[in-house]
């Protein structure tokens, strides 16, 4: 891999442990579509499979999607003030910036992202782009490559979901996984035969 002078880093279960806090979302806004609510135990067997693939298993019909993820972002704000960011993620974040420039591209909101960092007084990330979807990463990314104007060469992805690498590979952006997020590390290798970041210590071991 050509050394990298950026970053990009996705938000939640890569800097942000938003794992708990997602489930107590999706449950508050599941009961006026008919979806069944969500335990740990049932979506710990749902990180097995890709995401098209948990919707379909939950009973989620691919229509209502959009408006979950509405509804989601209207109500994200409060609990995501009950998330705190991985630990170590911030004296991590503040050593790498001194190496590399830094962003995020993540498909939460951006004045929810921004909040976040400013309650947790991180201020190493040149700018935060947001686009909110489950899907289209690989849009976004290309969309903050142009408007940055940076060589994609330059550019290493960190991300914790097969999505992500997926995005990553359409486009011939290289990609570092982390398996402390939401996909689980046994799905991440099987579809990822490379360095996978078991740990924000191991992350930060690599990248340092």
Known sequence: MKHKTILIFDFDGTIANTFDVMIDL??????????????KELLDTYLEIPLKKRIKAHGVKYRQVPFLVKDALSLHEPFLKQATPFEGMKEILTDLSKKYTLYIASSNKKELIESFLNTHNIHVFKKVYAKPTLFGKDKLLLSLLKKEKLNIDDVLYIGDELRDIDACIKIHMD??????????????????????????????QYLK
């Open 175 to 204: 990609i570092l996984p982390v398996s402390y997020g939401y996909d689980k590390p046994s799905f991440l290798k099987k579809h990822y035969q490379k360095d996978i970041m078991a740990s924000p210590e191991a992350l930060y």
């Open 26 to 39: 999706f449950n508050t806004i599941v009961s006026k579509y008919d979806i069944k609510p969500i335990t």
